[in-house]
């Protein structure tokens, strides 16, 4: 299984940006969808995650900007993202957890897409 990021770029203070991760193989189900993010200098970490029920969890530091949304029949996950401040700079990675057609899982990571807040 494979993942495409895309969806960055280079936004002022208060900004919004969309990302967007789609999937490609031969995918039976997916049950975590998750948005991480590096800094330069920093470890990644867990900005959003959306299980296969639908609840979502976020990471404080974006809580109440960044929203989760996943279609499992198109395979993609998408995180919106308002209210951009220059620490949420960032290369940002998509991780799906699933299942594939041959009942193995997977565990897949996208590229990372830049996402660089400054005016």
């Known amino acids: 299984v494979q993942l495409q990021a895309c969806g960055g770029g280079l936004v002022q203070p208060g900004g919004s940006l969309r990302l967007s991760c789609v999937a490609s193989?031969?995918?039976?189900?997916?049950?975590?969808m998750n948005w991480y993010r590096q800094a330069p200098g920093n470890q990644r970490e867990l900005v959003a995650q959306?299980?296969?029920?639908?609840?979502?969890n976020y990471s404080d530091s974006v809580k109440g900007r960044f929203t989760i949304s996943g279609d499992n029949a198109k395979n993609t996950v998408n995180l919106q993202m308002n209210s951009l401040k220059p620490e949420d700079t960032a290369v940002y990675y998509c991780?799906?957890?699933?299942?594939?057609?041959?009942?193995?899982?997977?565990?897949?990571w996208g590229q990372g897409t830049q996402v660089t807040v400054s005016s």
């Open positions: 959306m299980a296969g029920g639908g609840g979502t």
């Open positions: 193989g031969n995918i039976r189900s997916i049950s975590i």
């Open positions: 991780r799906l957890v699933g299942i594939d057609l041959s009942r193995n899982p997977f565990d897949s």
